[in-house]
């Protein structure tokens, strides 16, 4: 799925709602898209994965805590090992992740705030951009996910 700006708006303030717990639409489909959109963009490496990989970190409690769901929840995880798979073994010269903050649970406190960055790409935040998209961070951000 290519998503320009506007459609990233959309879909940012959607995983809000659900993340809040006043989301007003097919919560269950808009995860279960989320991760299709997520295996789809990582099989064909695609520039929009990091939003991807974040956005359904944020909403994938849904199915596995809020409104449990063994299908659905395995599906997420699927989504999430295949970022693992590809990524994981990439090399980096970065120090530090943002998925090394990540707490026991698998929650990282600035998802919101990056993914609004990611879908609004301004030059100001190159390093900030390129140490968030870095495959072996999003590696780490999934598996920290999966392991919660």
């Known amino acids: 799925m290519q998503t320009d700006p506007d459609q990233w708006n959309d879909l940012i303030a959607e995983w ?20 299709r959109n997520l295996e789809e963009s990582v099989a064909a490496a695609g520039p929009d994965t990091a939003l991807w990989v974040l956005g359904l970190v944020l909403i994938g409690p849904y199915v596995v805590h809020a409104r449990p769901d063994a299908a659905a929840e395995a599906r997420v995880l699927k989504a999430l090992d295949s970022v693992e798979r590809a ?30 960055m990611l879908a609004h790409p301004q030059e100001e935040d190159r390093g900030t951009r390129e140490i968030w998209t870095c495959p072996r961070n999003l590696a780490g951000i999934a598996r920290a996910f999966s392991d919660a």
Do not use: F, S
């Not at 903050?101 to 998802?111: N, S, T, V």
């Open 87 to 116: 990524l994981g073994q990439t090399d980096c010269a970065h120090e530090e992740h943002p998925c090394d903050g990540m707490a026991d649970d698998g929650e990282l406190d600035d998802l919101q705030e990056a993914l609004e």
């Open 16 to 35: 809000d709602e659900i993340r809040q717990g006043y989301h007003l639409g097919d919560t269950h489909r808009t995860v279960l898209e989320c991760a």
